[in-house]
């Protein structure tokens, strides 16, 4: 789809506003992810472990909110190159990725597609659905299946991942179907061959993780309170993304092809700039109606 006079005035004005923001500072990635693991790892041990049940819902908080802001950094992976910030990739795999088993694969070369102009708010969309078509009830079912997404993660490392190394036929569906960060339960990936290298690695260490905290419950060495209070933070989490994701975009197209202008108004910016904001769309995320035209 062609660029009209207004889509061609959008940019141009969002990129005259941003272009001395549009240079990553790789200082500010690694101190703001490193801040964020540490808070969420600090929290999530003090809250395994205190006797304290306010403490504890304190610091399960704290890590909760934590975690949300370490793992909304998969989103800003789909938009840095490497040399932009050297060895960020890997660092937020090691501390985020592989242990809450969602590694960086999972969103790169999908969320990138949600900015094709062409497809976004098509049914070629990952990450888009005519959510404000849909009842109450199915609402209600889109926000709440997030908690279960621990399990989803934990059940495609510890079992999927090492039976598709096996079995073929299993490890081109868990690629195409199982592998995507998305909305859009018909989404297909297509770029199969991509990261060939790279996907192999960040499922074994996926695969690996999950049946080395397995092993370590079993023999005793991983209390049952510690995996309990560590799902319940990751659930609260995700539910979180899911609350934010819901109120993300305006969700009323049906399937066609929308002008940019029209992909800006449909998209939301969460203003106005406070803390409250900052927890709620962290990484930049309250900017995402201005993130669509640029």
Not at 210 to 219: D, P, Q, R
Not at 239 to 268: C, I, P, Y
């Amino acid at each position: 789809m062609a660029k009209t006079a207004s889509d061609i005035s959008l940019t141009r004005q969002a990129m005259s506003l941003t272009e001395d923001l549009m240079t990553p500072n790789a200082a500010i990635y690694w101190t703001d992810l490193v801040i964020s693991a540490a808070v969420m790892w600090g929290g999530f041990l003090l809250a395994a472990t205190t006797p304290s049940l306010p403490l504890g819902l304190a610091a399960g908080l704290l890590s909760m909110l934590a975690l949300y802001r370490a793992l909304s950094f998969i989103h800003e992976l789909t938009h840095i190159r490497d040399d932009e910030a050297p060895g960020f990739r890997v660092g937020w795999n090691v501390l985020v990725g592989v242990p809450l088993m969602t590694p960086s694969l999972m969103y790169e070369g999908v969320h990138n597609i949600h900015h094709i102009k062409d497809r976004f708010g098509t049914k070629l969309d990952p990450e888009y659905l005519p959510l404000s078509r849909f009842t109450p009830l199915k609402l209600a079912g889109f926000l709440f299946v997030a908690l279960l997404a621990p399990l989803g993660v934990i059940l495609r490392s510890a079992i999927l991942i090492p039976l598709s190394f096996l079995v073929p036929s299993l490890r081109r569906y868990l690629k195409t179907k199982l592998s995507a960060l998305i909305i859009n339960p018909d989404f297909v990936r297509e770029d199969l061959n991509r990261w060939r290298k790279a996907w192999v690695i960040q499922d074994a260490a996926c695969w690996l993780w999950s049946w080395a905290v397995i092993a370590g419950l079993v023999a005793g060495y991983i209390p049952p309170r510690a995996v309990v209070i560590g799902l319940a933070i990751f659930s609260l989490a995700t539910f979180l993304n899911q609350a934010r994701t819901l109120v993300a975009h305006h969700w009323d197209n049906d399937g066609g092809k929308m002008t940019l202008e029209e992909q800006f108004l449909d998209s939301v910016n969460v203003p106005p700039p406070n803390l409250a904001s900052e927890l709620w769309a962290p990484v930049g995320l309250r900017y995402h109606a201005l993130h669509h035209l640029l």
